[in-house]
């Protein structure tokens, strides 16, 4: 089979893209990557990366390096706003028979993404083109042909296989007709981002998680350009107000002192007003065409399960594909990447990230009293606990995903 008969053209140059690309290229696998941007994008996104997909990419020491550009989080706590009490707190240490990371690194989507770039760049099978858009996609039985935007034009590319990894708007998704079914929360996410230390000045760790019947918060340090880092806090906000109300310095600084009153203003160095989705693509396989991370699901960010679902369909993938094109194995086989990431998606990204913001945002005071005394509950009890982190870490639904077959797709 020759080069360009294996080729898998890849629209996205994300964590989800980069990854697949490089741990396709590592097994030979020629790879031609198009982003849209003119370089990796420096913006503050999702930063937790969970003990399962730290297991992932452990290999050429990845893992160690998200660890020391990032930072390690063994555990996180739930408060209660309205009476500053802390509820309860998890520690991964429980997960030490389970994982060979029992422990969160918080490290930022575009270190990740760099560290990827830094090894795909030593892969001469691999080509990352950026300020490259993919604007039309065809396929046939044996190869599939996009349309590229670049610097010099409109150019036509062909492999045998493409993987969209271009987010929740993928145009890859849009132009082969997969249905993005699920729904758009009526409330926006703020995203505030200070350096005044919580940790030092209120004893929070690095992941926390407020209840309250009027508005939640999630509170969590990155690393940033650190140390000594900063501290990212996510509210939701009234549809009914318009983004400048809501972004003003006031609004701005009254959102900050009702969670966490201080003397002082709070210096905001970053602000940010953002939809979120929840949905599913119907399919994440169509012919020779195949949907990882955004572009194949969506979810709000509590939890931070978004991200960590997205590189764990890169591996699965990239393992498939490379069986398909390498070892000739049936590629049915790439039926059951979709079987196994779609079930992932929607029995457990979907349903526990739709269940950590029912928990936090509860109004009622019996139902708020209920979750609490569950949280309680399970922190107290060691077994309660590791089966809760199970879920959280998502261990649990990659041993679901591994226990599914391809008799089942």
Same mark, same amino acid.
């Given at each position: 089979?020759?080069?360009?008969?294996?080729?898998?053209?890849?629209?996205?140059?994300?964590?989800?893209?980069?990854?697949?690309?490089?741990?396709?290229?590592?097994?030979? *696998?020629?790879?031609?990557?198009?982003?849209?941007?003119?370089?990796?994008?420096?913006?503050?996104?999702?930063?937790?990366?969970?003990?399962?997909?730290? !297991?992932?990419?452990? !290999? +050429?020491?990845?893992?160690?390096?998200?660890?020391?550009?990032?930072? &390690?989080?063994?555990?996180?706590?739930?408060?209660?706003?309205?009476?500053?009490?802390?509820?309860?707190?998890?520690?991964?240490?429980?997960?030490?028979?389970?994982?060979?990371?029992?422990?969160?690194?918080?490290?930022?989507?575009?270190?990740?993404?760099?560290?990827?770039?830094?090894?795909?760049?030593?892969? %001469?099978?691999?080509?990352?083109?950026?300020?490259?858009?993919?604007?039309?996609?065809?396929?046939?039985?044996?190869?599939?042909?996009?349309?590229?935007?670049?610097?010099?034009?409109?150019?036509?590319?062909?492999?045998?296989?493409?993987?969209?990894?271009?987010?929740?708007?993928?145009? *890859?998704?849009?132009?082969?007709?997969?249905?993005?079914?699920?729904?758009?929360?009526?409330?926006?996410?703020? &995203?505030?981002?200070?350096?005044?230390?919580?940790?030092?000045?209120?004893?929070?760790?690095?992941?926390?998680?407020?209840?309250?019947?009027?508005?939640?918060? /999630?509170?969590?340090?990155?690393?940033?350009?650190?140390?000594?880092?900063?501290?990212?806090?996510?509210?939701?906000? #009234?549809?009914?107000?318009?983004?400048?109300?809501?972004?003003? +310095?006031?609004?701005?600084?009254?959102?900050?002192?009702?969670?966490? %009153?201080?003397?002082?203003?709070?210096?905001?160095?970053?602000?940010?007003?953002?939809?979120?989705?929840?949905?599913?693509?119907?399919?994440?396989?169509?012919?020779?065409?195949?949907?990882?991370? !955004?572009?194949?699901?969506? #979810? #709000? %960010?509590?939890?931070?399960?978004?991200?960590?679902?997205?590189?764990? !369909?890169?591996?699965?993938?990239?393992?498939?594909?490379?069986?398909?094109?390498? +070892?000739?194995?049936?590629?049915?086989?790439?039926?059951?990447?979709?079987?196994?990431?779609?079930?992932?998606?929607?029995?457990?990204?979907?349903?526990?990230?739709?269940? /950590?913001?029912?928990?936090?945002?509860?109004?009622?005071?019996?139902?708020?009293?209920? #979750?609490? +005394?569950?949280?309680?509950?399970?922190?107290?009890?060691?077994?309660?606990?590791?089966?809760?982190?199970?879920?959280?870490?998502?261990?649990?639904?990659?041993?679901?995903?591994?226990?599914?077959?391809?008799?089942?797709?």
């Amino acid at each position: 089979m020759r080069a360009d008969d294996r080729r898998v053209l890849i629209a996205g140059g994300g964590p989800v893209g980069l990854l697949c690309a490089w741990l396709l290229g590592r097994r030979g *696998v020629p790879v031609r990557l198009f982003d849209v941007n003119e370089s990796p994008q420096a913006d503050p996104r999702a930063a937790t990366t969970h003990p399962a997909t730290l !297991d992932l990419l452990a !290999d +050429d020491g990845l893992a160690d390096d998200m660890a020391r550009v990032g930072l &390690v989080s063994p555990i996180f706590q739930f408060w209660d706003r309205p009476s500053g009490e802390k509820i309860a707190e998890f520690d991964h240490a429980v997960l030490k028979d389970d994982t060979r990371h029992p422990f969160v690194v918080q490290c930022e989507q575009f270190k990740t993404a760099k560290l990827i770039l830094e090894r795909v760049r030593k892969l %001469p099978n691999v080509e990352v083109l950026f300020s490259h858009e993919v604007i039309d996609v065809t396929q046939s039985g044996d190869a599939v042909s996009v349309d590229v935007r670049g610097p010099d034009g409109v150019k036509s590319h062909s492999g045998a296989y493409l993987i969209g990894a271009d987010g929740g708007r993928s145009i *890859v998704r849009k132009q082969i007709d997969i249905a993005f079914d699920g729904f758009t929360w009526p409330e926006r996410f703020i &995203v505030l981002t200070t350096p005044f230390d919580f940790e030092a000045s209120r004893g929070l760790c690095y992941r926390n998680y407020f209840a309250d019947p009027d508005e939640w918060c /999630n509170c969590f340090k990155v690393s940033a350009d650190g140390p000594p880092g900063l501290w990212r806090t996510v509210y939701p906000a #009234n549809p009914d107000l318009s983004e400048a109300e809501l972004m003003s +310095d006031a609004a701005v600084q009254a959102r900050m002192q009702k969670f966490f %009153p201080a003397s002082q203003p709070y210096e905001i160095v970053h602000r940010n007003l953002y939809v979120t989705h929840q949905r599913v693509a119907a399919t994440f396989r169509k012919g020779r065409v195949l949907l990882a991370g !955004d572009s194949a699901h969506l #979810n #709000n %960010p509590i939890g931070g399960m978004g991200l960590n679902g997205g590189i764990q !369909d890169a591996a699965n993938l990239a393992e498939k594909l490379a069986a398909v094109l390498l +070892d000739r194995v049936p590629n049915a086989l790439l039926d059951l990447y979709s079987l196994q990431r779609r079930t992932v998606a929607t029995e457990y990204v979907q349903e526990q990230s739709i269940a /950590n913001k029912k928990r936090l945002e509860a109004r009622d005071a019996e139902t708020r009293k209920r #979750n609490l +005394d569950e949280l309680r509950a399970m922190a107290a009890d060691p077994a309660r606990a590791r089966r809760f982190l199970l879920g959280t870490s998502m261990i649990s639904s990659q041993r679901r995903v591994a226990a599914m077959t391809l008799a089942e797709a």
